[in-house]
């Protein structure tokens, strides 16, 4: 029996509140689940000890663990470049249409982005990244990878002891990890578990991390000090990973920004290797 026809089939021992609760999962399911316990008592016009109530009653003990088994059951399908590519409308199939609805729906994503990032976030994560007692490193999955080394890339160019993490099997890295050490990652549905694993690892370590992420959020979020999100859906199978990039280099900025006095002669040296 799947999720969707498990909970269904225990509407009956809900109350009317909490039935409204329960049709508001059922109709936008399983995206109602991937948001938060807000926006689903928000659809269904109910307090969030209500939404709390229901997922109890549909037996599980609290939401993350009802939005993981929902994840787990259909995630991969729902978030798949070749299921996107399967259901795209015929008419994408022209390049002149194509180009302009990805362009539109580009444009429509970073103009909302632009007054819905958080300044407090960024200033923490400076500071964290700027203190050099701590080391960095910097992961991403499949799909973000890129993202990881940039950040990586730029993160040298204003401190040492910066390293690039590039799977659970780099043990050698993951070895040294200190408590309060620094873990930069990118995990965009659909989330990776190997990428997951490593974050936890961090996490177990009491090292700090750094989470870039879609709107929906990645598990890693829930034990995450600071979280990015962006929307990445577009009309193109693949989705974008423009508002993530935007990200890093904002983080950049900010870093050099705050470094600029001190960091000249590192930028110096850097220059000047390949000449030696």
């Known amino acids: 029996m799947s999720v969707k026809e498990e909970i269904i089939s225990k509407g009956k021992s809900l109350t009317r509140a909490e039935l409204k609760v329960l049709r508001a999962i059922v109709d936008y ?29 549909l037996g599980y003990e609290n939401y993350d663990i009802f939005r993981r088994a929902v994840v787990d059951e259909v995630g991969g399908e729902i978030f798949s470049p070749l299921r996107s590519l399967k259901t795209q409308p015929s008419d994408q199939d022209d390049i002149a249409s194509s180009q302009k609805t990805f362009l539109s729906d580009l444009f429509t994503i970073l103009n909302d982005f632009k007054d819905g990032q958080l300044p407090e976030s960024l200033q923490r994560a400076v500071a964290m990244i700027v203190d050099e007692k701590r080391t960095v490193y910097c992961m991403g999955g499949r799909a973000s990878r890129h993202l990881a080394s940039l950040a990586c890339h730029y993160f040298r160019l204003v401190r040492p002891r910066v390293i690039s993490i590039f799977s659970q099997f780099d043990e050698e890295y993951m070895a040294d990890v200190q408590k309060e050490d620094i873990l930069v990652v990118f ?67 900010a870093l050099l920004s705050e470094t600029r006095s001190n960091v000249a002669g590192r930028m110096q040296e850097i220059e000047e290797i390949p000449n030696r």
């Open 29 to 57: 399911y399983p995206k109602s689940v991937l948001g938060t316990m807000s926006s689903i008592a928000m659809i269904s016009n109910v307090s969030l000890p209500t939404v709390s109530r229901t997922i109890t009653k």
């Open 187 to 253: 995990d965009y549905r659909r989330y990776q578990s190997s990428t997951i694993d490593v974050a936890q690892f961090f996490h177990n370590k009491k090292a700090r991390i750094i989470l870039f992420t879609d709107t929906w959020q990645s598990p890693i979020s829930k034990f995450s000090d600071i979280v990015f999100s962006a929307h990445i859906e577009l009309s193109s199978p693949l989705g974008t990973m423009v508002p993530g990039l935007i990200q890093v280099e904002m983080l950049a900025a």
